[in-house]
């Protein structure tokens, strides 16, 4: 089946430092992958919507200077935490669909970020 | 726009016990609808789907049944087990949602021994 493949899965920065999370689709190609930030105990917030070779679609509210994305192959996008500080800390996770809406997105298993 | 609502948690059974998790939504058209489980610390996992009207999807015992007359996609399992608790989301797409899931916001799961 269709498997994403998300790293690293936990991480802990310093204030003021950039973090890089990478999100790969192992067996498929995933033309758009979505990034969501996920707070204790809540549902999915969607961030931005990553379509390989051109530039992501954020929805509102999301800092685009601040959670830089980028999709430069079919099977590999990147999120980028810039100067991040202590509220950015959360549960990151990528997906992606190799087979349409229909057939459902995978998940990669996500990102515990911490700043201190 | 498209929304998806799901009944609060959390939900407390013991196991061996028949679960609902209630779903309904808001959407044009005929959406796809998903059921997701979220094991602490995990990512997503798909557990069942149903792109269209009167399908059931099943997966490990549990299933769920796209009710358009009622628009509602409820979860359903005969016999829960304590490995069974964890968090279920409920997410549609629809046509009008350009390739976005709408997720419902989630009802915690704990099966007790």
């Known amino acids: 089946g269709a498997v994403v493949s998300q790293h690293p899965s936990w991480v802990i920065c310093k204030s003021g430092t950039s973090v890089k999370i990478e999100c790969r689709s192992l067996?498929?190609?995933?033309?758009?992958m979505f990034w969501y930030r996920q707070f204790p105990k809540q549902s999915l917030m969607l961030m931005a919507t990553?379509?390989?070779?051109?530039?992501?679609?954020?929805e509102q509210g999301v800092e685009k200077d601040k959670f830089l994305i980028n999709h430069a192959s079919l099977t590999l996008s990147t999120l980028t935490v810039t100067s991040a500080h202590p509220e950015d800390s959360s549960f990151y996770i990528c997906?992606?669909?190799?087979?349409?809406?229909?057939?459902?997105?995978?998940f990669g298993s996500g990102t515990r970020l911490t700043v201190v | 726009g498209d929304s998806v609502t799901q009944m609060e948690g959390p939900v407390t059974l013991s196991e061996e016990a028949f679960l609902t998790i209630n779903c309904t939504y808001t959407a044009t058209g005929y959406p796809s609808l998903f059921w997701y489980v979220q094991y602490p610390g995990e990512g997503l996992q798909l557990l069942l789907k149903a792109t269209k009207a009167d399908d059931k999807g099943s997966n490990k015992g549990f299933e769920a049944t796209y009710r358009k007359e009622t628009t509602s996609f409820h979860l359903e399992k005969g016999s829960v087990q304590v490995s069974d608790s964890a968090v279920y989301f409920c997410a549609l797409y629809g046509s009008s949602n350009t390739g976005k899931l709408i997720f419902g916001q989630g009802t915690t799961l704990q099966v007790k021994p």
């Open positions: 990553s379509n390989e070779g051109s530039k992501a679609t954020y």
């Open positions: 067996d498929f190609q995933a033309t758009t």
């Open positions: 997906s992606a669909s190799g087979g349409g809406a229909g057939y459902g997105y995978t």
